[in-house]
């Protein structure tokens, strides 16, 4: 069976985005999460299907995926990619946007779900293939929690006080992780890996 990871970078407060929901990178305005320093290349060794195509064609990598082949986002985090021009960030992937709004996607390579989310990864974690990689927002990984089998944050030396948390939803329950990994670079991120206890 294959297992879902919730693989994504965090501040120190526990926030994957700005109160706006931008993109949070170094490079956008306003953003706060490294995308350069020592971490970068393990992180790309170790995960290059969780580059951007575009990024990935920008440093000529043609790495095969060696994790993932599946990628599942909200809404927003897909609108996040569609606002820099792609309808797909991952084309290396096979893509599911989940949405309450939006049902039909423009683009044959991205698959909408307005349908249950958690049934929906049960299905896909009952196919044959790599992992599953859920990549944003913090409300879909609220509903997804039941299925999330591993946690990977790269945790990002800035505290913003405010925005979207890593689990975003009304209820709160505790929730105990067993550290699997770790690794701290020298640019203040540290990658921790975390499964259910």
């Known amino acids: 069976m294959r297992e879902l990871t919730y693989f994504i970078a965090a501040t120190l407060d526990g926030y994957i985005a700005d109160p706006s929901g931008g993109d949070p990178t170094d490079v956008s305005p306003g953003g706060f999460f490294l995308s350069q320093g020592d971490h970068s ?14 990024v990935r064609e920008l440093l000529g990598l043609d790495a095969p995926n060696t994790v993932f082949d599946t990628v599942l986002m909200g809404r927003k985090s897909w609108e996040l990619g569609k606002a820099l021009g792609s309808t797909n960030s ?34 896909l974690k009952q196919e044959d293939g790599l992992g599953i990689w859920l990549c944003g927002g913090g409300g879909l990984a609220e509903t997804l929690w039941p299925e999330i089998d591993r946690l990977v944050i790269k945790v990002n030396p800035v505290v913003i006080g405010a925005g979207i948390k890593l689990f975003d939803g009304a209820d709160f329950a505790v929730r105990r992780l067993e550290l699997t990994d770790h690794q701290v670079y020298q640019s203040g991120v540290a990658v921790l890996t975390y499964r259910k206890a």
């Open 41 to 54: 290349a393990p992180l790309i060794s170790a995960y290059p299907e969780t580059l951007p195509g575009a």
């Open 90 to 123: 991952y084309p290396r992937l096979r893509n599911y946007v989940f949405s309450r709004t939006l049902t039909e996607s423009t683009d044959p390579t991205v698959e909408f779900v307005s349908t249950d989310p958690v049934a929906k990864v049960r299905e």
